[in-house]
């Protein structure tokens, strides 16, 4: 079942972001290309989620920023 939803009805399919604080070095690469969506520890400069799901207007620049992560520490994954 596709739950009820209809294509074609305007809405993108749903996406979560997620973080692996321990991977991460504090580049600051995902917050230069997607600073509503990540941000840095003032301490050590580790990655901050601030919106898990950033909707489909900033899914661009938060795959930007997956790819560019030098620790690979983003993760993408579509809800269900």
Do not use: H, N, W
Not at 10 to 15: C, I
Not at 38 to 45: I, L, S, T
Not at 55 to 80: M, Y
């Amino acid at each position: 079942g596709d739950g009820g939803r209809r294509a074609g009805t305007g809405k993108m399919p749903g996406y979560r972001v997620e973080i692996d604080a321990t991977r991460c070095i504090g580049s600051g690469q995902c917050v230069a290309r997607a600073p509503e969506v990540f941000d840095q520890r003032e301490e050590d400069g580790i990655v901050v989620l601030l919106l898990a799901a950033p909707g489909p207007a900033r899914r661009e620049a938060v795959e930007k920023a997956a790819l560019l992560c030098p620790a690979q520490a983003i993760s993408i994954a579509d809800a269900p």
